[in-house]
């Protein structure tokens, strides 16, 4: 009796455990898939023409694409602060002037 309760609490830590491994292998992985993403997309040159995303501002997107002359080179963004999803810009990446 003394020996099945043992055994009943070994298997009981050693799922525990498991879960608790699976959980953190499931955190890592998910976040190193979003850093090789990210990794990716840095290399990625942007389109001439660009369409804006959800929460992106024309410094984000000037960092992304390498293009510091964004608002220069889209007279119809009056106010750099008022950029929404959607919105078609240009871009000239520094390396292609």
Do not use: W
């Not at 608002?71 to 009056?78: G, K, L, S, V, Y």
């Amino acid at each position: 009796m003394v020996c099945l309760r043992s055994s009943t609490a070994m298997a009981g830590r050693i799922s525990r455990y498991t879960a608790l491994f699976l959980a953190v292998m499931l955190v890592l992985s998910s976040t190193c898939e979003g850093v090789r993403m990210a990794l990716k997309n840095m290399n990625k040159p942007c389109d001439e023409i660009y369409v804006v995303r959800e929460g992106e501002t024309l410094q984000t997107i000037s960092e992304k694409c390498g293009d510091p002359y964004i608002d220069e080179e889209n007279p119809h963004i009056h106010d750099p602060d008022d950029v929404f999803p959607g919105l078609v810009i240009q871009i000239t990446p520094f390396n292609n002037r």
